[in-house]
């Protein structure tokens, strides 16, 4: 099921608005993963095994920061 132009929109809208999330470190390892297994197949070359994943962020962690932050500027 493809995107819509909404989810994008949204999406891009929270990211910018998450602190500490820098779009040029964001990565799409499915997709580089799928393109490398199409280029193998198509080529008839030999699989590699994809790079070890990074520790996803603990996005419940990241926004009990983000409200407690928020609390503490407003003085709550």
């Given amino acids: 099921?493809?995107?819509?132009?909404?989810?994008?929109?949204?999406?891009?809208?929270?990211?910018?608005?998450?602190?500490?999330?820098?779009?040029?470190?964001?990565?799409?390892?499915?997709?580089?993963?799928?393109?490398?297994l199409v280029t193998a197949k198509l080529s008839a070359g030999e699989l590699v095994a994809p790079e070890a994943p990074t520790a996803p962020m603990d996005l419940m962690a990241a926004l009990e920061e983000s409200i407690q932050a928020a609390r503490a500027g407003r003085g709550d």
């Fill in 1 to 36: 099921m493809p995107v819509t132009d909404r989810e994008l929109e949204l999406a891009e809208t929270l990211i910018g608005a998450l602190p500490g999330i820098e779009e040029r470190e964001l990565h799409d390892e499915y997709r580089r993963a799928l393109e490398q």
